[in-house]
């Protein structure tokens, strides 16, 4: 308990010789630190928020407006029209004032109104550009005269050096597509997969929805976008994430792992350590808004909003839905190294420890001998099953003593960090070292990672790192931009020839503090059964990844096709093969070119894509005319992703129509049956290169191995993909053991260790 007893700023005694008072110097300097900083944050919040409210100007536009309307005034020209003489003759307390300070004064008010009106304009002005999308649907190389403008007038308006949070103000809300344009398309995406029997059923369905039904709750979905930032997103965070009662462990949190063509190091407390100093640089330029925002073609700015969530962040169980809570500021972070739980801190007179200290207290938590103790080394086991059981032994067990406050430690800490026991590695003669490294970082054991938490950052033996990362905070790509920024600054700074980190402690760093817990034997049996539950469904998951490196998307540029088409495409064949039958086709793609957007889904299977298998199965086709099917099908499937990125997919609008018929307590006959439809192929590309700081074409080997999710139907497939290069993709497919009909790898190609 000396931690404790180090954490009193000061203790008195009262005795015959009268009251002594002990000071711990270190312990009120820690809490002057501690405010101060508070103080900064705060002060630093209020600029940004001020600096924001006012872009694309500046605060000192102001400056400048006021001093040309005060110059001209005294030129004996009133830019005012009279406006300043009745500021001067009917405001109280400018009246008041002699001349010439009630001139200056209405000539301030003036100038400010008139700055005001003119951020308004601007503000408004790029709102409207930025509603414009024409230029998405517009052929490669070839830009119309009106986009030309529109991209001029863009640049124009943006500014320079925007805060991440900047363009907020001036994204456009996210609009209800028309109610018959989605059935529209709806019905085109289901035809290839339906019989002319369930075809016409279906299109009498829609026709009674859109005439019917679907009209009332159209209104209701226009006036929530009239109201509310964004129509879809709060919805979705809540409905599909939060209210969710199965384990999310496998079944919603997703993976990273780590640039695997190369290992800087094999010292796990070095690596670790440099990563996770990265990331506290990375969760410093999201509290400053320094780190840029990321634009499109270098013009059009995507919504940063998910940022805010992507450290101290905890989804806290619920007996009906979860809960996300968020902390302002957090000055520790979690460790998890043989079930054993360590608090480290962050900071050292207001500044982030260095990487060697970091290492320093890392090792301390390495050369500890303790055990766990009672019920602590399967713990976090209660994260990974079912979030009922979860929230009621949390309510029980964790609401107060000890437990609570060594709860309160790991769900208010920036982040976790696991250490573990055992390596993870790449290794080409040997494919399934990639499946166990992907398994370990999907689920581990079942006990070993903090599933609640925004992410758990996961260091191996070897020095090999990876993440898991709960999936109602946030998307993928903010995860991953985070994944990129943080490899790249642990590139700059580097090793010791023997693997440590570089540089010099400048002092001792505090000793990490175990975490106490007094956890009662029915609660070590509600443990233990939710680890034999999360290792039943763990064992069920079939991951594996594939390097696929004959070609790459140098090759598919070179076919004049989408490297994402060209990938879509070939997954619509493998599934064919493997199912002997077409499957209702889920991508992932983003809505974030409007405030607040999250994703949308891009039916990939549609007629083209059909004719286009079909073809490659017919021996009677030529392969040019395989060829041609190829391009015809990768057109439309680029056109269905830019429509679902400008706000007018499908599955989104049918979502949010369903849960206004929930609160209506109406029955759909057409959205249950849509809503119910099984996504058998689940996919998604990871992207890459969201920061310019890492020029990944002189450094290829430090591109990520990119990151994969579960099966989200129980006889279908979960793909993630990552386009790592010119001549390299990894593939991450995970489906149910459980499951006759799916199989990751066939046992013939297991056999001989290749993958098709």
């Known amino acids: 308990m000396a931690e404790a007893h180090s954490a009193v700023a000061f203790s008195f005694a009262v005795s015959h010789e009268g009251v002594h008072i002990n000071v711990n110097h270190d312990a009120l300097w820690a809490v002057w630190e501690s405010g101060v900083r508070s103080w900064k944050k705060k002060i630093g919040h209020v600029k940004n928020n001020f ?45 008041s004032l002699y001349e010439p300070q009630n001139t200056y004064v209405s000539c301030l008010i003036f100038s400010t109104l008139v700055w005001l009106a003119g951020i308004f304009f601007l503000r408004t002005s790029l709102k409207l550009l930025l509603t414009y999308k024409g230029w998405m649907f517009e052929p490669r190389g070839k830009t119309s005269l009106q986009t030309k403008i529109w991209a001029v007038g863009v640049r124009l308006l943006e500014g320079r050096k925007p805060l991440l949070y900047s363009f907020q103000g001036s994204l456009p809300n996210l609009p209800v597509p028309t109610l018959d344009g989605t059935m529209s398309r709806y019905l085109k995406s289901v035809k290839p997969l339906m019989g002319e029997e369930d075809y016409r059923r279906m299109e009498k369905l829609v026709e009674e ?40 462990m496998v079944n919603s949190n997703f993976y990273g792992i780590d640039a695997v063509m190369s290992r800087p190091t094999h010292v796990q407390v070095a690596r670790a350590a440099n990563i996770i100093h990265s990331l506290l640089q990375f969760r410093r330029m999201i509290d400053r808004e320094s780190l840029s925002p ?11 909003w998910q940022y805010e969530r992507m450290f101290n962040t905890t989804r806290v169980p619920g007996i009906e839905t979860d809960t996300l809570v968020h902390c302002k500021d957090s000055k520790h972070f979690i460790v998890i190294h043989r079930g054993r739980y360590f608090k480290v801190y962050i900071h ?43 929230a009621k032994t949390r309510s029980k067990f964790f609401s107060k003593g000890i437990n609570k406050n060594s709860l309160a430690a790991i769900e208010k800490a920036a982040f976790v960090v696991a250490l573990d026991d055992e390596p993870q590695e790449y290794d080409r003669n040997d494919p399934s070292k990639m499946d166990s490294f992907g398994r370990a970082m999907l689920h581990g054991k079942g006990c070993d990672r903090w599933f609640d938490k925004s992410f758990t950052l996961v260091v191996c033996s070897n020095g090999s790192i990876g993440f898991n990362a709960e999936h109602s905070w946030a998307d993928a790509p903010i995860m991953g931009h985070a994944w990129e920024t943080a490899m790249h600054d642990e590139f700059i700074q580097g090793y010791t020839e023997d693997g440590h980190t570089t540089g010099q402690p400048l ?13 009662p034997q029915e609660c070590q049996e509600v443990i233990e059964e939710s680890l034999e539950r999360a290792r039943d469904l763990l064992n069920d998951v079939d991951l594996h990844i594939l390097t696929h490196d004959a070609y790459g998307k140098g090759f598919m540029k070179k076919c004049r096709t989408s490297p994402d088409a060209y990938i879509q495409m070939a997954l619509q064949l493998a599934y064919y093969r493997d199912a002997g039958k077409f499957s209702l086709t889920y991508e992932a793609s983003m809505t974030r070119l409007y405030r607040e957007g999250r994703t949308e889904t ?18 009677t086709k030529t392969n040019q005319e395989r060829i041609q099917l190829l391009h015809q099908a990768a057109e439309i499937h680029q056109d269905g992703y830019r429509t679902a990125m400008t706000g007018k997919g499908i599955d989104r609008h049918l979502f949010c129509l369903y849960v206004v018929s929930k609160y209506l307590e109406v029955e759909s006959p057409f959205l249950k049956e849509v809503l119910s ?60 053991k459980s499951c006759s009909t799916t199989v990751s790898v066939t046992p013939k190609h297991q056999e001989q260790g290749l993958y098709t």
């Open 51 to 95: 600096i924001n409210g006012v872009y694309p100007a500046s605060p000192a536009s102001w400056l400048l407006t006021a001093s040309m309307v005060l110059g001209l005034f005294l030129a004996n020209v009133d830019p005012s029209l009279g406006l300043v003489k009745v500021f001067q003759s009917n405001i109280p307390g400018v009246r």
């Open 209 to 248: 929805f859109k005439s019917g039904l679907g009209v009332r709750l159209q209104r209701y979905l226009i006036l929530k976008s009239w109201w509310a930032t964004n129509y879809v997103s709060d919805w979705w965070e809540d409905y599909v994430y939060l209210r969710g009662r199965s384990p999310i």
């Open 294 to 304: 990321i634009m499109l073609n270098k013009t059009v700015p995507l919504c940063s």
């Open 348 to 390: 050292h007179k207001g500044d982030i420890f260095k990487p060697c200290e970091i290492e320093i207290m890392l090792q301390r938590i390495l050369d500890d001998p303790t055990e766990p103790m009672e019920g602590e080394r399967h713990l976090a086991a209660l994260t990974a099953a079912d979030r009922i059981r979860w």
């Open 507 to 519: 002092m001792s760093p505090p000793n990490p503090i175990k975490l106490q817990w007094e956890i």
């Open 602 to 619: 891009v039916r990939s299977c549609t007629e083209q894509s059909c004719a286009f298998v079909r073809a490659m199965e017919d021996k």
């Open 677 to 736: 439809e099984p996504w058998r192929l689940s996919t998604s590309q990871t992207p890459h290169q969201q920061t310019d700081k890492l020029d990944l074409s002189s450094h290829p080997e430090l591109i990520s191995a990119g990151g994969g999710f579960g099966p989200v139907a129980d006889d279908g497939y979960g793909v993630s993909y990552i386009i790592a290069g010119e001549d390299i993709i990894f593939f991450h497919i995970s489906s149910k």
